[in-house]
């Protein structure tokens, strides 16, 4: 059984900033793939940023030069740093994980979600 729970979310004004956190536990064997994404009302999830275990990172042009995923290994943790807030980042936001578990099964596993609202 593995576990993603995510933090930090909240309500902010645009321009302002918030930073993620999401901690892996359970039968973790190993993570490979780690990210975040997020869904609006009415719209489908998109992917947000992804990092490796060893750190290469991928972004959404959307966010690009605005957020900055992170990760922890020795924590099973990642962090998006999310600056220049707008409006339209309003969402649910998600992280998930690729992990071998213990028992030398993998599967992509996913939190429950955390709002963050950005006022105008």
């Known amino acids: 059984q593995v576990r993603l729970v995510e933090s930090g979310g909240g309500l902010v004004q645009a321009g302002g900033s918030l930073r993620l956190s999401c901690a892996a536990s359970?039968?973790?064997?190993?993570?490979?793939?780690m990210g975040w994404y997020r869904q609006a009302p009415g719209k489908q999830r998109e992917m947000i940023a992804t990092v490796t275990r060893d750190t290469n990172t991928n972004y959404a042009d959307s966010v690009k030069g605005r957020f900055t995923i992170s990760r922890d290994n020795a924590k099973n943790t990642i962090y998006l740093q999310m600056n220049s807030l707008k409006p339209e980042d309003t969402a649910v936001y998600y992280c998930?994980?690729?992990?071998?578990?213990?028992?030398?099964?993998?599967?992509?596993?996913w939190g429950q979600g955390t709002q963050v609202t950005v006022s105008s």
């Open positions: 998930n994980a690729d992990v071998l578990t213990t028992m030398m099964t993998r599967d992509v596993y």
């Open positions: 359970g039968s973790i064997f190993v993570i490979n793939d």
